[in-house]
């Protein structure tokens, strides 16, 4: 059993009103109760309009009907098939016949359309052979593509040009090479030219340099002063001159320009030699090795003509120059420059290194080096067109 009183069970409400069980339970000297309301009387019924619609519980809900799926049909029961019988063997009709080959027609282009019909023993066509492992290797005979005209024409001018090329190649071995008779004739037509040509074609009064300057810069030079033809005796140190006795000094010719500002002079040497073919060209090549045109002690001596602008222009004033050995020619052209107002150069530097690119010299930075290779380049260029020129003429 529990330790635990057990509460006294609730006794029931009496029976009666409410109102008396609350006196009751409230005790002698309680004020009355209250006494209760009357119930409100129920409003009558309004009249409903015609435009009106019943409330929503008044509604009658339309009967909710379940929605049903048609039942899947039973499957169709398959009837048994019949078994197939046996079919007989199919008798061999035997080797095939072989059809008569189609005869080709003759000439190189074909005009009918492709034979696919196999030869004997090669199998069938490839619209026909099985694939697989066992097709047989068929064949069949395609009309050759014609070559377009482009081709052909491509084709005979190759066959052309090879004959043209054979044919000069055989004529200049026959007759010596046109080349070498030019070559020869030019040289020999050179040796003539400082008492053949006129001294405004070898010294024009005019010469005019684009983008010879520092920088590409144009330049025209006048002439100012010519030299008497002489020889080298006297106008070629004696170190330069003992160099070019291997060649031998025919006749020296020379002449002085100025520039357009009046602010340089340079001469200009064609010393022309007895030498051969042979022996111009071993010079050319010593002067190339040995570099001979960059050594101050065989610098070309310039010609300081009187009354002109030249005339303070000696060996002192000599500030660059520039020396080449044609092997074409029998002839050395070589030009030397320095400044117009007589100033003496302490170190003069040849053209090479006055026209590379970072001199600081006097030489480079007032442009003699340029002027000195400009008349050497155009002086070589005009004697090699005289030349050429006087082979033309009969």
């Known amino acids: 059993m529990s330790t635990q009183a057990r509460r006294p069970a609730v006794p029931p409400h009496p029976a009666g009103r409410p109102e008396e069980h609350r006196a009751a339970a409230a005790g002698p000297g309680a004020p009355p109760p209250r006494p209760a309301l009357p119930p409100k009387p129920a409003a009558p019924p309004a009249a409903a309009r015609p435009d009106e619609q019943p409330p929503v519980e008044d509604r009658a809900a339309p009967p909710k009907t379940r929605r049903t799926f048609p039942a899947f049909p039973a499957p169709?029961?398959?009837?048994?098939?019949?078994?197939?019988?046996?079919?007989?063997?199919?008798?061999?009709?035997?080797?095939?016949?072989?059809?008569?080959?189609?005869?080709?027609?003759?000439?190189?282009?074909?005009?009918?359309?492709?034979?696919l019909t196999p030869r004997p023993g090669a199998g069938a066509p490839f619209a026909a052979a099985p694939r697989g492992p066992e097709r047989d290797e068929a064949t069949t005979r395609l009309r050759p593509v014609p070559r377009s005209p482009r081709r052909r024409a491509a084709a005979v001018c190759l066959v052309l040009g090879l004959g043209l090329v054979a044919g000069g190649a055989t004529g200049t071995w026959l007759t010596g090479g046109d080349s070498a008779g030019a070559a020869a004739d030019s040289f020999t037509a050179g040796a003539a030219l400082w008492h053949d040509t006129p001294v405004d074609r070898l010294f024009p009064p005019t010469v005019k340099g684009r983008k010879a300057g520092p920088g590409g810069a144009d330049r025209t030079w006048t002439r100012i002063a010519v030299a008497p033809d002489s020889g080298c005796a006297k106008a070629?140190?004696?170190?330069?001159?003992?160099?070019?006795?291997?060649?031998?000094?025919?006749?020296?010719?020379?002449?002085?320009?100025?520039?357009?500002?009046?602010?340089?002079?340079?001469?200009?040497?064609?010393?022309?030699t007895r030498a051969g073919e042979q022996a111009m060209t071993d010079l050319r090549t010593r002067f190339r090795a040995e570099k001979l045109d960059r050594r101050r002690d065989l610098m070309p001596r310039p010609y300081a003509a009187k009354d002109t602008l030249a005339e303070g222009f000696g060996d002192p004033q000599r500030a660059s120059w520039s020396v080449a050995v044609l092997a074409d020619l029998p002839a050395v052209v070589y030009a030397v420059s320095g400044f117009a107002d007589g100033r003496e150069v302490t170190e003069p530097q040849p053209a090479a290194a006055a026209t590379a690119d970072g001199a600081t010299t006097a030489p480079a930075q007032a442009g003699l080096g340029h002027t000195a290779l400009a008349h050497t380049d155009r002086a070589a260029a005009r004697l090699r067109g005289l030349a050429h020129r006087a082979t033309e003429e009969p």
């Open 236 to 272: 070629l140190d004696p170190l330069l001159a003992s160099v070019l006795e291997p060649v031998g000094c025919a006749r020296l010719l020379r002449a002085t320009y100025t520039d357009a500002t009046r602010s340089e002079v340079v001469t200009v040497g064609l010393l022309f």
């Open 76 to 115: 169709r029961a398959t009837p048994p098939r019949a078994p197939v019988p046996p079919q007989p063997p199919t008798p061999d009709p035997g080797p095939p016949e072989t059809p008569r080959p189609t005869p080709r027609p003759r000439g190189r282009w074909s005009t009918g359309a492709v034979d």
